[in-house]
């Protein structure tokens, strides 16, 4: 079995920097399945004597590249009106769709590329055939290497249905693991709430995943409803056990759409919670302030009288009359704390 490059995958910040080797790298996996779980990695000139009858033929393609549009225009043989959905430029929403005995699906995998935010999700465009199934992404994307050791070491899928079945399942572990990391930022979290520890270094990153769930929720909705439509469709290379695992993809989608609501509705309490407990100090500490003015004010009217500049001032002649002054201050603060006291207002 011919070893499958995946390394082209992995070093696209390096073909990135070079435009000219970028220029010749439009093909990432260009994989004949063997029917036994491993398959047989093409070149280009292999890959255009390609027939159906050779295997099942697995492309992987970078959209980023303009070597892409021109193999799918030029060589591909596919529709102008599927061409058009598949290269157009702006990044189409999820959806499954019908096309004689082929399927046109556009699925949203989790970002793992390094620097990248996991809610930023990555468009992959899938074209599905009996004999053949091509994908398209313009960033890189870790499920299609996953795929790609898979069938090196010989596990991987053996039909178009198989792979359409692995893209899935691969591509919601993947979104099961980040919905996974931020469950457990929010549990992390509501340990610290109820230990009461320092409410200010907790709403900022409790409103940032209820960004990042509100973030994945927009794309994962539609995707939803397209992957309940896959094990509906009728092809011919969909048997029922694909259809199957299909309809198990479907409901692991449901499942995470709900555990992405139930995870927004938490964070929503917790920050409820949060800005409770900060109001609540807030109002205790205003209410503190108020009972010590409420002490000093009478004081400071005192000072403010004794400090006018008129005859008759007591004990102004007095060799002690400023220690007197000040105890008898302190006397008169110390009746009003008790008198405060005992009507509990603090």
Request: hydrophobic share 40%.
């Amino acid at each position: 079995m011919t070893e499958t490059p995946f390394a082209q995958e992995e070093n696209h910040d390096e073909i990135m920097a070079d435009p000219l080797m970028h220029e010749r790298e439009w093909l990432l996996y260009a994989i004949v399945l063997d029917g036994e779980g491993g398959g047989k990695s093409l070149d280009e000139s292999e890959l255009n004597q390609w027939k159906p009858e050779d295997g099942t033929l697995w492309l992987h393609l970078d959209l980023s590249v303009e070597g892409t549009h021109d193999w799918m225009l030029n060589c591909s043989h596919i529709d102008p009106l599927v061409l058009e959905a598949l290269l157009e430029d702006e990044e189409p929403r999820p959806r499954c769709m019908p096309y004689g005995d082929n399927l046109l699906l556009f699925l949203r995998a989790i970002n793992l590329n390094p620097g990248e935010e996991p809610d930023d999700m990555i468009s992959l465009r899938i074209w599905c055939e009996k004999n053949r199934i091509i994908t398209l992404r313009e960033t890189p994307l870790s499920t299609m290497r996953e795929i790609d050791r898979k069938l090196m070491t010989g596990v991987g899928p053996k039909t178009t249905g198989e792979m359409l079945d692995e893209v899935c399942s691969t591509t919601l572990d993947r979104i099961v693991a980040a919905v996974a990391d931020v469950e457990c930022l929010i549990d992390n979290i509501e340990d610290k709430i109820v230990d009461e520890d320092d409410d200010d270094d907790m709403m900022a990153p409790l409103s940032e995943a209820r960004r990042k769930l509100s973030e994945m929720r927009r794309y994962l909705s539609p995707q939803r409803d397209a992957m309940e439509m896959l094990p509906r469709q009728l092809m011919s290379w969909l048997d029922k056990e694909i259809q199957y695992q299909l309809r198990e993809n479907a409901n692991r989608m449901l499942r995470i759409i709900e555990d992405i609501d139930s995870l927004r509705e938490r964070a929503s309490i917790n920050m409820d919670e949060l800005s409770s407990q900060l109001r609540e100090e807030t109002q205790e500490n205003m209410y503190m302030l108020s009972v010590l003015a409420a002490i000093f004010i009478p004081l400071t009217f005192i000072t403010g009288l004794l400090g006018m500049n008129v005859g008759g001032i007591p004990f102004a002649e007095h060799e002690h009359g400023f220690l007197i002054v000040t105890g008898l201050m302190f006397l008169f603060g110390v009746i009003l704390m008790i008198i405060f006291k005992r009507l509990k207002w603090y």
